[in-house]
T-cell receptor, first 114, second 114 residues
Framework: AQSVTQPDIHITVSEGASLELRCNYSYGATPYLFWYVQSPGQGLQLLLKYFSGDTLVQGIKGFEAEFKRSQSSFNLRKPSVHWSDAAEYFCAVDPPGGSYIPTFGRGTSLIVHP | KAGVTQTPRYLIKTRGQQVTLSCSPISGHRSVSWYQQTPGQGLQFLFEYFSETQRNKGNFPGRFSGRQFSNSRSEMNVSTLELGDSALYLC?????????????FGPGTRLTVL
């Protein structure tokens, strides 16, 4: 069965610092990969997704993610964090070719210090 | 275009009662998925409806059920509530419900079971 691991439960960064959130997946083939953000009291918003092609994916709000097949990873990055980026971040995977039933990671809570 | 709306936003019930949650998808979206989010289990897929038919189902007991109407609005019902059913229930809609179709999430219904 596919699984998603987000090793960091919490990450604290200073405003303006760079950010990398880790995501590793376990699946036989390359699944579809997603990153979502959830602000307090809100639903999830899609930041970016990877299906195939260029392994560096650009998303909204200045985020990007890099797919590394050899490491089964899909890490999320941002060069300079803003206080408004404080939220919960979820990585999700979905097997290609099927309906959208993603498996979500447990989430990483991002805390931004001024 | 209006986003996904969920009603009610907050709900308090007691054990043994039943509850119905409602989700109105984005206009034109035919796929509606439901998720349960808890601190202990994270985000878990409940079921997906497409054109009034349940197309996919997660690993939840039969106490959890749903339906979709001809206008794509969806309801989920939980009977014989248990304390462990306390969670944020998220609804998401997409055009046709495949991985390359972005899901749009509502803000959720926070259910507390006492």
């Amino acid at each position: 069965a596919q699984s998603v691991t987000q090793p960091d439960i919490h990450i604290t960064v200073s405003e303006g610092a760079s950010l990398e959130l880790r995501c590793n997946y376990s699946y036989g083939a390359t699944p579809y990969l997603f990153w979502y953000v959830q602000s307090p009291g809100q639903g999830l918003q899609l930041l970016l997704k990877y299906f195939s092609g260029d392994t560096l994916v650009q998303g909204i709000k200045g985020f990007e993610a890099e797919f590394k097949r050899s490491q089964s990873s899909f890490n999320l990055r941002k060069p300079s964090v803003h206080w408004s980026d404080a939220a919960e971040y979820f990585c999700a995977v979905d097997p290609p070719g099927g309906s959208y039933i993603p498996t979500f990671g447990r989430g990483t809570s991002l805390i931004v210090h001024p | 275009k209006a986003g996904v709306t969920q009603t009610p936003r907050y709900l308090i019930k007691t054990r043994g009662q039943q509850v119905t949650l409602s989700c109105s998808p984005i206009s034109g979206h035919r796929s509606v998925s439901w998720y349960q989010q808890t601190p202990g289990q994270g985000l878990q897929f409940l079921f997906e409806y497409f054109s009034e038919t349940q197309r996919n189902k997660g690993n939840f007991p039969g106490r959890f059920s749903g339906r979709q109407f001809s206008n794509s609005r969806s309801e989920m019902n939980v009977s014989t509530l248990e304390l462990g059913d306390s969670a944020l229930y998220l609804c998401a809609s997409s055009l046709i419900g495949t991985a390359n179709n972005e899901q749009f999430f509502g803000p959720g219904t926070r259910l507390t079971v006492l």
